[in-house]
């Protein structure tokens, strides 16, 4: 059975603590929760990873949206979180999936 797409998964990394190694501040993750919830349903999970050899840790945030201009708004959230929390860089990963609630 061929199933077709009809909606975007995002996949979305914020890290938990800032390059030098320290936690951000409070205001930061207020920013970011009062943003994230705008989108409605999320997922959330904890991962880890390197980042130019360097280890990291972060939060990893999922979204299933059947809205493309929901997806151009996650994308403008990431590059603000960007600058939130100072980061040259950030992962942002959109792509096509079938979804269904069963």
Known sequence: MMFEPNANKVTMLFPLLQDDGEPFSAGAWEWW?????????????????TWRGNPERH???????????????????VREARDVFGQEAMYFEAVRVHFKLI
């Open 59 to 77: 939060r990893c945030v999922k979204i299933v949206t059947t809205d493309e201009s929901e997806v151009e708004r996650l994308e403008a959230f």
């Open 33 to 49: 929760l009062d943003s994230i919830l705008t989108f409605g349903a999320y997922h959330e999970l904890a991962t880890r990873g």
